[in-house]
């Protein structure tokens, strides 16, 4: 089993930054596992945010290409994603995703407020 935990969500103004990190209870981020954020807006469905395969290959929405960053540290262990500029519409929960062979895990969720 593995833990994610996400942090660095808050309040913040448009135009702002926030880093999102995303700890996990043991190596999971490795090029074999396919990771990832997502997010919630308010009642809507939780949306692909970024990607990150074989431990360099990053994707993104194309909405958030340019403004969100998503990487990983060198131990495995943490993903982050930075995001810059934000928009009010980028307000809602973000969670952080690791999918392997055999399971699926996600983090509780960080949110993420962004004012106009």
């Known amino acids: 089993q593995v833990q994610l935990v996400e942090s660095g969500g808050g309040l913040v103004q448009a135009g702002g930054s926030l880093r999102l990190s995303c700890a996990a209870s043991?190596?999971?981020?490795?090029?074999?596992?396919?990771c990832g954020w997502y997010r919630q807006a308010p009642g809507k469905q939780r949306e692909a945010v970024a990607g990150l395969i074989s431990g360099n290959i990053a994707n993104y929405t194309d909405s958030l290409k340019g403004r969100f960053t998503i990487s990983r540290d060198d131990a495995k262990t943490t993903l982050y994603l930075q995001m810059n500029s934000l928009k009010p519409e980028d307000t809602g929960v973000y969670y952080c995703?690791?999918?392997?062979?055999?399971?699926?895990?996600w983090g509780q969720g960080t949110h993420v407020t962004v004012s106009s």
């Open positions: 043991r190596l999971i981020f490795s090029d074999e596992v396919i």
């Open positions: 995703n690791a999918r392997t062979f055999k399971a699926n895990y």
